[in-house]
């Protein structure tokens, strides 16, 4: 289970069998260190990335393989099942190839200065990427940039602000969680297919993250966690289970679960 905040490690079970913290970033060299607040950590494949401010560290099995540092501060990482991407403010989006991120051009003009909250792979190879502030857009397999032709979604991810979220569904639906309109869902085709928001159910329209576990129900991160089954159970972890405060992000990975560590 790594942790992360101001600095980053994982959690292991000693010969005790008690939970003993060990930290990684205390061992990097003098010029790797971090220098600011850590805000995400993401898995592809056998890799985890850590992200700061300004720098990105890879490791593999625990052990560091990498670092990079940028001029400009990151806004986002974000993974696909096959890819990763980093978006630098003043810069772009960039895309993991061959253990770097190298910048996509076509993004420079209209993503140096425009967010991308959260990157989705669809069926056809392109790359749905989604911006509170200018809607969604399609990166093509052929790297070329274009609007995407949804305007229902598009109205709705702008109008209540979209924010970070989980991976697709099983069944391929697209969950975009929102900070103003709960969650929605849409298909492949970028068509809505649910809202699920405080008129049907949910406590608060603020949420953060998703993720969907191995049951298929789908977590939500919110004021709070809460828990959707589809055959409509909706549940919820909050101060009335012990669980306290603005929770901002839920994923899972192969180390269990990401947790902040400030």
Known sequence: MPLLGYGFGYIEKNKFNEPIYYSLSDKLPEKDKVKSTLWSAEELNDTIIFQSDKSVYFY??????????????????????????????????????????????????????NRIDEIYSLDNGDLLLVSRNIGLWLLKKDGRLEKAKSDEADQYVKFYES????????????????????????????????????????????????????????????????????????????????????????????????????
Do not use: M
């Open 60 to 113: 593999k099995k625990k052990k560091l393989i990498g670092v990079e540092h940028y001029k400009n501060v990151i806004h986002t990482l974000r993974t696909t099942k096959r890819d990763a991407f980093l978006r630098v403010w003043g810069e772009g989006l960039f895309k993991l190839i061959n253990g770097k991120f190298t910048l996509i051009p076509s993004t420079k003009e209209i993503f140096a200065q």
């Open 163 to 262: 924010s970070i979220s989980g991976g697709r569904l099983k069944d391929g639906t697209i969950p975009i969680s929102t900070l103003k309109g709960g969650l929605i869902f849409i298909d492949n085709q970028l068509s809505i297919k649910a809202i699920l928001n405080e008129e049907n159910g949910l406590i608060d329209n603020y949420i953060t993250n998703t993720f969907q576990d191995r049951n298929g129900d789908v977590w939500g991160a919110s004021v709070g966690l809460f828990r959707v089954d589809f055959d409509t159970t909706l549940t919820y972890f909050s101060p009335k289970n012990k669980l306290r405060g603005l929770v901002d992000k839920c994923p899972k990975v192969q180390w269990d679960t990401l947790c902040q560590d400030c």
